[in-house]
């Protein structure tokens, strides 16, 4: 019966960290497709245009293009994206799947909701803990933080 136990957690242990779309960490390569995919990646607006979509609006469902700033360091389980000079945070539908850690300075395409969140002091400091932040950095985060967010549901690395 402990066998059986032990089988399950394991195979709930390998489902939960994305399955089939979590990448090997010494791969060099990240340019592909992560999450779910099957939509049309031209379709994709810039990031001046997002901001002018979510005017006015709590939340767009979009496809969005830019420039990866930053992605998480831990596994890989969330990016920040350039959009027209301000950072959005990027985080993947029911963590189903994960980027390259490798992935900064990288183009990408990605479709799902866009909308402002407020980030807690807890999470803003578990996010500078997986980008490596310094001691003193992360110190420095006391109070909540309004930002542009996006839960995407599928990326597509250039």
Known sequence: MNKIIAITLFAALLTSCGGQNTTDETSSTVAGNYGDTEWDASEAISGDNLLKELEGKDSVYTTVSGNVSAACQAKGCWMNMDVSGEEMYVKFKDYGFFVPKNSADHDAVIKGWAYVDTLSVAEQI?????????????????????????????????
């Open 126 to 158: 578990e996010i500078a803990k997986d980008s490596e932040a310094s001691e003193e950095e992360i110190a420095s985060i006391t109070e909540p933080k309004v930002k542009l967010s996006f839960t995407a549901e599928g990326v597509v690395m250039k």
